[in-house]
């Protein structure tokens, strides 16, 4: 599974931009998310670039340039990043910054669940 | 006193009380812990955050207590004793200049440099789950009506300083009732109300001068704590005990939990306690024990007050013994 990359504000939207339109180049991404930002064609040429080395872009050469797909789709980006991003959380549990209804580590261990159950059954019979 | 000098003192009077109070409470743990366990969840909660903030308060304590008499001078003009008592050159004085005491700096140093270093790993790890916090949010997608970010997976979290956010998995939408998802919220939202991350941060900081198994297990009763005290309220809110434990074990249940091979007997535990209270509540008041350390707190301020000018002078004498020989 790969390890998803942090990324920024303009790597992010140049991910959404090749998701939308499933193969992009320079030049449409720099007309669509360049212009109106008033960045240059190099910046966007980078940020390519940079997303194509952290491997959630795959590029092929046609003439002079190069033409770029994503090699996740977003649903597969949105849920690894999640995972990746609770474990660090996990990780962080001790301290302090996140509280989860139940432990994010807690495994459901049936006997005890079963046990569990019971109590409830019996809180409910009472009542 | 030289300015580094007495900074120096100052810290180690501080760690040395510290020290004594992170003694008391880790030799009273174990019967502290079983005694708070009968008491209502929040009152739990202040319990133990005054339990372990309390090394850190006993520090405070040595430095006040050990500097009074100077203070007291110093506040009102006085003519100090310091020269009539303890070792020539070694008093704690605001006002009487001494020689410097190169030992304290040392000791000193180390202190501050382990306490940076902690500080520093802290902060880091701090860094990282902000960092982790930002991420989820960005492939999260905003649920205006529940005030809630949908993130894929099975989670159910508040996660976040200083602002927290409720983070709940589309799978539980998907596939839970909305009576079940109401539960949940509530309990997430007494979180965010209560201020529980920032509270357990503080304590987190405060237990970090108690051994290491004192401060797991006095954090882990305080996170179950707080748990209940979040339980409690969305019982109250959904009106409905039983609901609020349902809705534990089926979230519980969930197979795809991310990591469900790190099982740890502590959250099973935690879990069986959360249910077992929401369907048998069985608290009983802590006034008396709120009375009894008042009592214990204030006689030991009052024996601070009487015997300060005794404490200034066995405290010189200690220290000037260890640092100056």
């Not at chain 1, 998701?19 to 212009?35: C, N, T």
């Not at chain 1, 064609?41 to 797909?69: C, D, M, P, W």
């Not at chain 1, 649903?75 to 991003?85: P, T, Y």
């Not at chain 2, 309220?233 to 469900?260: F, G, K, M, N, Y």
């Amino acid at each position: 599974m790969l390890t998803v990359p942090r990324l920024g504000d303009l790597e992010m939207a140049v991910l959404e931009l090749a998701w939308s339109a499933h193969v992009i180049d320079v030049k449409e991404a720099h007309r669509r998310l360049g212009e109106p930002r008033g960045i240059t064609s190099n910046t966007v040429q980078s940020t390519l670039e940079r997303l194509f080395r952290k491997g959630l872009l795959a590029r092929e050469r046609i003439g002079h340039a190069y033409r770029y797909s994503p090699t996740l789709s977003r649903d597969e980006f949105r849920a690894q990043a999640a995972a990746q991003a609770v474990g660090e959380l996990r990780g962080a549990q001790a301290s302090g910054v996140l509280a989860a209804f139940v432990e994010i580590a807690a495994k459901a261990d049936r006997k005890n669940l079963d046990r569990l159950e019971a109590i409830l059954s019996r809180a409910r019979a009472r009542r | 006193m030289s300015t580094v000098s007495l900074w120096s003192v100052i810290v180690l009077l501080f760690a040395a009380g510290s020290m004594a109070g992170a003694i008391v409470v880790t030799s009273l743990e174990t019967m502290l812990r079983r005694s708070l366990r009968s008491f209502a969840p929040a009152a739990r909660v202040r319990w133990l955050t005054t339990l372990v903030a309390m090394p850190y308060a006993t520090g405070l304590l040595a430095v006040v207590v050990a500097f009074g008499p100077c203070l007291h001078h110093l506040a009102f003009g006085l003519e100090d004793g310091c020269l009539a008592h303890g070792r020539p050159n070694f008093f704690f004085c605001l006002r009487t200049p001494m020689h410097d005491v190169p030992m304290a700096w040392a000791a000193a140093g180390l202190l501050l440099a382990f306490a940076l270093g902690r500080a520093v790993a802290s902060t880091v790890r701090l860094v990282r789950a902000h960092r982790a916090c930002c991420m989820l949010r960005r492939v999260g997608r905003w649920d205006a009506s529940r005030s809630v970010w949908l993130v894929p997976g099975s989670v159910a979290m508040v996660a976040g300083l200083p602002s927290p956010h409720i983070f709940l998995g589309e799978v539980l939408v998907q596939h839970f009732s909305q009576r079940v998802l109401d539960a949940v919220l509530a309990h997430e939202r007494a979180h965010a109300a209560r201020r529980d991350l920032a509270t357990k941060l503080i304590a987190r900081v405060a237990a970090s001068c108690l051994p290491p198994r004192t401060r797991a297990e006095l954090l882990s009763e305080l996170d179950l704590a707080m748990e209940q005290a979040c339980d409690a309220i969305a019982a109250a809110d959904t009106r409905d005990p039983l609901l609020v434990a349902r809705s534990l074990l089926e979230l519980a249940s969930i197979d795809d939990r991310p990591h469900a091979w790190a099982a740890t007997f502590a959250s099973s535990e935690h879990l069986e306690a959360r249910v077992r209270a929401l369907c048998e509540p069985r608290w009983r008041s802590s006034r008396s024990a709120f009375a009894a350390a008042s009592t214990l707190v204030t006689g030991l301020l009052l024996t601070c007050l009487v015997f300060d000018l005794k404490i200034h002078e066995a405290t010189e004498t200690i220290f000037a013994t260890l640092l100056v020989g």
